[in-house]
C-alpha cells in the first residue's frame, strides 16, 4: 500500500513538473518573440525614413500624356497575325518588366553581381516594394573642371548642360516614369559603383559599357591598363559591385553623394547592335533561350533544326517578339529600354553621355572625376572585331525587312528613350 502512494505521489509530482515546465517554456518563447517582432517594426520603420528621404516631396506619375500623345498618332497601325489582337499598351507602362532567371551557365551572357562586405539582410529587404517617387531635381554633384581648360571645356559643358537640361524638362512635363512595381533595389540594380573615385555607372547595354566596366576596374586599382581586360573578365568576373548590393543606408549615401553616370545610344542602332551581336553569332545562351521560342512563335512551317537549336533567327521575327505584349520568353537588359533599366526621372544623373561621342564624353568625365591622366577610355571593339560597327547606314538595311508601319511601331516602343535624350526620329 505504502508502494502505491509513493508511486502515485511521484507521478502526480511528474505531472505537475512537465505541466510547468510547459508553461514556462511558453511564456518565454511568446515573450522572446514579441520582443523579436518589436525590433522588426522598429527596423521597418527605420527602413520607411530612408526610403521617404529620398523623394523630398511625392508627386503623382503622369504617364497617360505619353500614351495619349501615342495613340493619336498611331490609332490604325498593322501588325501580323496575333500581335495586333494582343498589342496592348506598347510602352509597358502598367506591367513589371518580366526579367528571365538564368541558371548558373547561362549568366555568361548577363552582368555579374559585384560582391560586398556591406550588404543588406537577405532577400527580405529586396522584396521591399515601396514604390519609389522622388521629386526632381535631386542634389547633382558639382564637377570637379578645374583640370580642363580652354575651349573644349566650354564646348563640353554647354553639351552636358545642355542634355541635363533638356532631360530635366521632360521630366518635369510628364513627371516621371515609375513603375509602381519597382522597388529601391531593383531600381539601383543596374548601376555599378566605384567607391575610390566616388562614381556611380548606370550600364547600359551596347552603350559602351564593357569598356566602361574596364574603367572601372582600373579606377577600383584592379588592373593596370583597360586593355588587357579580357571580355569574360570584365563581364563574369565578379570584381565589381552593384549599387543593390549596399543596405539602405549605403544606398542613400552613394545617391546622395556620388557622382552619377549614364551613357545612352540612339535607339534604334543600340537595337539592331543587340540583334546582331546575340542572334548572328554562335551564342550558347540567346539561340537556345531566346532563338527557340522565338522561332516557334513566329515562323510558320519552322524546320526541326531551327525549331531544336534557335539559330537564325530573323530581324523581323527578333522585332515581332519585341512588340508582342505577351512575348514567349522575358526581356532582356541588351534591348530593354534606358528608362526601364537607369530610371533617368527618378535619378538625377550629373553626366549623360552619347555612344556617338563616346571617346569625347568619356574622356572628359575622366578629367571632371579626377582620373590619372594616363588613363583614357579604350576605343577597341569587344567582340566581333572583324564586323562592321553598328551605324545609321548598317540600321537602314535592317529596317528594309520591315513595313513602315513596323518600323513606327518600334519607334513607340522605344518612344520614351527618343524623347528623354533628344534623339532625332529615325527614317520611318
Given at each position: 500500500?505504502?508502494?502505491?502512494?509513493?508511486f502515485?505521489?511521484?507521478?502526480?509530482?511528474?505531472?505537475a513538473?512537465?505541466?510547468?515546465?510547459m508553461y514556462?517554456?511558453?511564456?518565454?518563447?511568446?515573450?522572446?518573440?514579441?520582443?523579436?517582432?518589436?525590433?522588426?517594426?522598429?527596423?521597418?520603420?527605420?527602413?520607411?525614413?530612408?526610403v521617404?528621404?529620398?523623394q523630398?516631396?511625392?508627386?503623382?506619375?503622369?504617364?497617360?500624356?505619353?500614351?495619349?500623345h501615342i495613340?493619336?498618332q498611331?490609332?490604325?497601325?498593322?501588325?501580323?497575325?496575333?500581335?495586333?489582337k494582343?498589342r496592348?499598351?506598347?510602352?509597358?507602362?502598367?506591367?513589371?518588366?518580366?526579367?528571365?532567371?538564368?541558371s548558373?551557365?547561362?549568366?555568361?551572357?548577363?552582368?555579374?553581381?559585384?560582391?560586398?562586405?556591406?550588404t543588406?539582410?537577405?532577400a527580405?529587404?529586396?522584396?521591399?516594394?515601396?514604390?519609389?517617387?522622388?521629386?526632381?531635381?535631386l542634389?547633382?554633384?558639382?564637377?570637379n573642371?578645374?583640370?580642363?581648360?580652354g575651349?573644349?571645356?566650354?564646348?563640353?559643358?554647354?553639351?552636358?548642360e545642355?542634355?541635363?537640361?533638356?532631360?530635366?524638362?521632360?521630366c518635369?512635363?510628364?513627371?516621371g516614369?515609375?513603375?509602381?512595381?519597382?522597388?529601391?533595389f531593383h531600381?539601383?540594380?543596374?548601376?555599378?559603383?566605384?567607391?575610390?573615385?566616388?562614381i556611380?555607372?548606370?550600364?547600359?547595354?551596347?552603350?559602351?559599357?564593357?569598356n566602361?566596366?574596364?574603367?572601372?576596374?582600373?579606377?577600383?586599382?584592379?588592373?593596370?591598363?583597360?586593355?588587357?581586360?579580357?571580355?569574360?573578365?570584365?563581364?563574369?568576373?565578379?570584381?565589381?559591385?552593384?549599387?543593390?548590393?549596399?543596405?539602405?543606408?549605403?544606398?542613400?549615401?552613394?545617391l546622395?553623394t556620388?557622382t552619377?553616370?549614364?551613357f545612352?545610344?540612339?535607339?534604334?542602332?543600340?537595337?539592331?547592335s543587340?540583334?546582331?551581336?546575340?542572334?548572328?553569332?554562335?551564342?550558347?545562351?540567346?539561340?537556345?533561350?531566346?532563338?527557340k521560342?522565338?522561332?516557334k512563335?513566329?515562323?510558320p512551317?519552322?524546320?526541326?533544326?531551327?525549331?531544336?537549336?534557335?539559330?537564325g533567327?530573323?530581324?523581323?521575327?527578333?522585332?515581332y517578339?519585341?512588340?508582342d505584349?505577351?512575348?514567349?520568353?522575358?526581356?532582356?537588359?541588351h534591348?530593354?529600354?534606358?528608362?526601364?533599366l537607369?530610371?533617368?526621372?527618378?535619378?538625377?544623373?550629373?553626366?549623360?553621355?552619347?555612344?556617338?561621342?563616346?571617346?569625347?564624353d568619356?574622356n572628359?568625365?575622366?578629367?571632371l572625376?579626377?582620373?590619372?591622366?594616363?588613363?583614357?577610355?579604350?576605343?577597341f571593339k569587344d567582340?566581333?572585331?572583324?564586323?562592321?560597327?553598328?551605324?545609321?547606314h548598317?540600321?537602314r538595311?535592317?529596317?528594309?525587312?520591315?513595313?513602315?508601319a513596323?518600323?513606327?511601331?518600334?519607334?513607340?516602343?522605344?518612344?520614351?528613350?527618343?524623347?528623354?535624350?533628344?534623339y532625332?526620329?529615325?527614317?520611318l
Amino acid at each position: 500500500m505504502k508502494a502505491k502512494q509513493v508511486f502515485f505521489s511521484v507521478l502526480l509530482f511528474g505531472t505537475a513538473g512537465l505541466l510547468l515546465f510547459m508553461y514556462l517554456q511558453a511564456w518565454i518563447e511568446g515573450h522572446y518573440t514579441g520582443r523579436l517582432e518589436k525590433k522588426r517594426e522598429q527596423r521597418a520603420v527605420s527602413e520607411l525614413r530612408l526610403v521617404h528621404s529620398l523623394q523630398h516631396v511625392p508627386r503623382m506619375v503622369t504617364t497617360g500624356k505619353i500614351q495619349k500623345h501615342i495613340t493619336n498618332q498611331n490609332s490604325e497601325v498593322y501588325m501580323p497575325g496575333d500581335l495586333k489582337k494582343k498589342r496592348g499598351n506598347l510602352l509597358n507602362l502598367g506591367r513589371p518588366t518580366r526579367v528571365l532567371r538564368k541558371s548558373s551557365h547561362s549568366q555568361r551572357e548577363d552582368r555579374a553581381h559585384g560582391s560586398s562586405t556591406e550588404t543588406h539582410q537577405g532577400a527580405k529587404l529586396r522584396d521591399f516594394q515601396k514604390p519609389i517617387q522622388m521629386d526632381w531635381p535631386l542634389v547633382t554633384r558639382p564637377l570637379n573642371k578645374s583640370s580642363v581648360q580652354g575651349n573644349k571645356r566650354k564646348k563640353a559643358d554647354a553639351t552636358q548642360e545642355k542634355r541635363r537640361s533638356f532631360l530635366h524638362e521632360f521630366c518635369k512635363k510628364y513627371g516621371g516614369v515609375n513603375d509602381p512595381k519597382s522597388n529601391l533595389f531593383h531600381i539601383v540594380s543596374r548601376i555599378y559603383v566605384e567607391d575610390k573615385h566616388k562614381i556611380l555607372y548606370c550600364e547600359v547595354p551596347k552603350a559602351g559599357c564593357s569598356n566602361w566596366k574596364r574603367i572601372l576596374m582600373v579606377l577600383n586599382g584592379l588592373a593596370s591598363s583597360a586593355y588587357n581586360i579580357s571580355h569574360d573578365t570584365v563581364h563574369y568576373g565578379k570584381h565589381l559591385k552593384t549599387l543593390d548590393s549596399f543596405d539602405l543606408k549605403g544606398v542613400h549615401m552613394r545617391l546622395s553623394t556620388y557622382t552619377k553616370a549614364v551613357f545612352v545610344r540612339d535607339p534604334m542602332e543600340r537595337l539592331v547592335s543587340a540583334f546582331r551581336d546575340k542572334f548572328e553569332h554562335p551564342n550558347s545562351y540567346y539561340h537556345p533561350v531566346f532563338g527557340k521560342a522565338i522561332i516557334k512563335k513566329y515562323r510558320p512551317n519552322a524546320s526541326a533544326e531551327a525549331l531544336n537549336n534557335g539559330s537564325g533567327v530573323k530581324f523581323k521575327e527578333f522585332a515581332y517578339y519585341l512588340l508582342d505584349a505577351h512575348r514567349p520568353v522575358g526581356m532582356d537588359i541588351h534591348w530593354e529600354r534606358v528608362s526601364k533599366l537607369c530610371y533617368p526621372c527618378l535619378i538625377n544623373y550629373d553626366f549623360v553621355g552619347k555612344f556617338e561621342t563616346l571617346e569625347e564624353d568619356a574622356n572628359y568625365f575622366l578629367q571632371l572625376i579626377g582620373a590619372p591622366k594616363e588613363l583614357k577610355f579604350p576605343n577597341f571593339k569587344d567582340r566581333h572585331s572583324s564586323d562592321e560597327r553598328t551605324n545609321a547606314h548598317v540600321v537602314r538595311q535592317y529596317l528594309k525587312d520591315l513595313s513602315a508601319a513596323e518600323r513606327q511601331l518600334i519607334y513607340d516602343f522605344y518612344h520614351l528613350d527618343y524623347l528623354m535624350f533628344n534623339y532625332t526620329t529615325p527614317h520611318l
